[in-house]
């Protein structure tokens, strides 16, 4: 049973292209099988989190941290009542639209790209599911809902300021009323986001000894977790010790998020899904004793793990690779795949030049990037 301000299937504002409705999916569910089905969702397997993705097969790639996030997402969906397929949906293409080297490309390709209109990862993942996916006959994209494609623009709330090109452009043609808040299951991707990243950051910080079991149980929040977990199970190896520590402090992230959206929804009375969107504040979010036991959490992560010397060390790397592949590519057009030569022979200025060589960049896995540099290196 959803609650009356859950997205519904029969309430849907529709796609861009109008289609025929499935005999057997709602279209949340649909919208979800196509992100599946994209050749962005499966790059993700070869695109980094924190680590680069060859260099170790037990860290988090893109891939996996997504599908993460969709089952803290489905979790928290289902407990407050909500639309589960469509919480899914935006979870699994919340990251679509990350380039290689996780954030450290994103910082490159971002200063590359600023004379051309700038770079912004929820801007491309709303490129490529309305203009980069190729695979149907009657549309560029994948055509998904308007309620999907808002979640991907807005879970992080609504989009002020300037607005990204990548997304301008679409939202002049689809508006996706970027002043508001989105729907409450794209704010419960958005959390479980959070969720997911500051749990798995833990156990990989950990599985490549860039810090301790013993410091992480001084940390606030975890303190309490380790504490429980040596009471319950005295002499526990230090295996399942800190991971049975990490799977509580899991949880109780999970919990903190579904009471306290639980509480604000109690307090506003939504009665649309509309009423989410025009609350002016999100309903779904932490509470702030636990945001401020994660903010101590966050600090040492951001030292201690995404920060390290090696990852520092790696940082570098990339970032030359992509500071190097993007001159490469402007400069020597021809040197682009053969699908992208059509749209390069039409491109009347730099800037359309510079967005074409943006999105084929921006696609590429780690590992390719990183065969592309050195095989160009070659060439110049």
Known sequence: MLQPYAARDEDSRGRLYPEE???????????????????????LKHKTQVFIEHEGDYFRTRLTHS?????????????????????EAVALAH???????GHTGEDALAALMEPYGGFDHNAQAIRIVTSLERHYADFDGLNLTWETLEGIAKHNGPVVGEVPYALAQFNAVYDLEL???????????????????????????????????????????????????????????LYKRRHVALRRFFGILVDDVVTQAKGRLAELQPLTADDIRLAGRPMVRFSDEIWEQLKVTREFLFHRM??????????????KAVEGLFPFFMA?????????????????????????????????????????????????
């Open 306 to 319: 995404y920060r390290a010397p090696d990852v520092v060390k790696m940082r570098r790397k990339v970032t």
């Open 67 to 87: 599908i993460e996030v969709a089952q803290v997402a489905r979790s928290i969906a289902g407990a407050l009542g909500l639309n589960i397929d469509l919480a």
């Open 95 to 101: 990251d679509l639209g990350h380039p290689p080297f």
């Open 179 to 237: 002043h508001t808040h989105a729907s409450i299951e794209a704010q419960v991707a958005a959390l479980a986001d959070d969720v997911a990243y500051n749990s798995h950051d833990l156990h990989d910080g950990l599985r490549a000894e860039l810090f301790s079991t013993e410091e992480l149980s001084e940390l606030p929040l975890l303190d309490s977790c380790f504490a429980a977990v040596d009471k319950k199970y005295p002499g526990l190896n």
């Open 21 to 43: 409705p499935s005999r057997f999916r709602d279209c949340f569910q649909r919208d979800r099988d196509r992100i599946i089905h994209s050749s962005a969702f499966r790059r």
């Open 332 to 380: 020597h057009p021809a040197e682009l795949p053969k699908q992208w030569r059509k749209e390069v022979d039409e491109v009347q200025s730099e800037t359309e030049l510079a967005r074409i060589v943006s999105d084929y960049i921006s696609g590429m896995t780690d590992r390719f990037a990183l065969q592309e540099w050195k095989r160009l290196k070659k060439l110049r």
